[in-house]
């Protein structure tokens, strides 16, 4: 990965932390999800840049090592959609392709809708489209054990998260995640309890993966992640989504 080039850039006020590789007018813009940072995408990066692109991947706004704002809990889908038009333009990019994960993905809906033409196209992961301010037309069924209802919730997530390391709270993240079933907790029980102490990593998610995830989510904390995607987002998605 040391080719790939890492810097500091003023963004709205907040310092960036951008990862880059390759050269060229055609522009690949990566947009990680939670768990997740700029790392996310290394593997991708290399790829698109071995065919001709230049590939730019941001740790978000209050993620990795990017600055967190001064109030975490204000921070709202449209500051990382005004983030990414001011990267196309720090760099001077009149055009890009869009990736976006999670996170990342609705940042790229966002982005698409508001700003067409400084899209070539986009690609997401993991979120299907929903405009903003809209609501899934459904009502009340989903579990309250749901761990996007847990996450909501202010305090909730600090406090399970809390009994652990941080190291321990992406480890848990990342197995729940990987499994088929959609992490619900019983009522008496919360997320992290969901995973015995003893379960291995995915197979695809090395001890060194973890150990640069934890290092860099002790440095940023879990505050924006809270808010973008769960607490802002989904209070208006969620709440009415069932299965």
Same mark, same amino acid.
């Given at each position: 990965?040391?080719?790939?080039? +890492?810097?500091?850039?003023?963004?709205?006020?907040?310092?960036? !932390?951008?990862?880059?590789?390759?050269?060229?007018?055609? =522009? $690949?813009?990566?947009? !990680?999800?939670?768990?997740?940072?700029?790392?996310?995408?290394? !593997?991708?990066?290399?790829?698109?840049?071995?065919?001709?692109?230049?590939?730019?991947?941001?740790?978000?706004?209050?993620?990795?090592?990017?600055?967190?704002?001064?109030?975490?809990?204000?921070?709202?889908?449209?500051?990382?959609?005004?983030?990414?038009?001011?990267?196309?333009?720090?760099?001077?990019?009149?055009?890009?392709?869009?990736?976006?994960?999670?996170?990342?993905?609705?940042?790229?809906? +966002?982005? =698409?809708?508001? !700003?067409?033409?400084? $899209?070539?196209?986009?690609?997401?992961?993991?979120?299907?489209?929903?405009?903003?301010? +809209?609501?899934?037309?459904?009502?009340?069924?989903?579990?309250?054990?749901?761990?996007?209802?847990?996450?909501?919730?202010?305090?909730?997530?600090?406090?399970?998260?809390?009994?652990?390391?941080?190291?321990?709270? =992406?480890?848990?993240?990342?197995?729940?995640?990987?499994?088929?079933?959609?992490?619900?907790?019983?009522?008496?029980?919360?997320?992290?309890?969901?995973?015995?102490?003893?379960?291995?990593?995915?197979?695809?998610?090395?001890?060194?993966?973890?150990?640069?995830?934890?290092?860099?989510?002790?440095?940023?904390?879990?505050?924006?992640?809270?808010?973008?995607?769960?607490?802002?987002?989904?209070?208006?998605?969620?709440?009415?989504?069932?299965?």
């Amino acid at each position: 990965m040391d080719q790939i080039q +890492h810097k500091f850039v003023d963004i709205r006020g907040l310092k960036i !932390h951008m990862a880059e590789i390759g050269t060229g007018d055609k =522009v $690949v813009v990566f947009l !990680h999800g939670f768990p997740e940072i700029w790392y996310s995408w290394r !593997h991708q990066m290399i790829a698109v840049a071995n065919a001709g692109y230049r590939a730019i991947a941001p740790d978000i706004r209050g993620y990795g090592l990017s600055e967190v704002p001064s109030e975490p809990e204000k921070t709202t889908f449209k500051d990382l959609t005004d983030d990414v038009l001011a990267i196309l333009d720090f760099y001077g990019v009149p055009k890009a392709f869009v990736v976006g994960k999670d996170v990342g993905a609705i940042t790229a809906y +966002h982005f =698409v809708v508001a !700003h067409p033409e400084r $899209v070539t196209g986009v690609v997401t992961l993991g979120v299907p489209y929903t405009p903003p301010g +809209h609501s899934f037309a459904y009502e009340g069924q989903i579990p309250e054990g749901f761990y996007v209802l847990r996450w909501q919730k202010p305090g909730r997530a600090e406090a399970d998260f809390g009994r652990f390391d941080v190291k321990t709270v =992406v480890k848990n993240i990342y197995i729940l995640f990987s499994k088929a079933d959609i992490p619900i907790a019983e009522e008496n029980k919360e997320i992290m309890d969901l995973v015995h102490p003893t379960t291995p990593l995915p197979s695809w998610f090395t001890e060194e993966d973890l150990s640069i995830y934890a290092a860099l989510y002790e440095k940023s904390g879990f505050r924006t992640p809270l808010q973008v995607p769960y607490r802002y987002y989904n209070q208006y998605v969620f709440r009415r989504m069932t299965f």
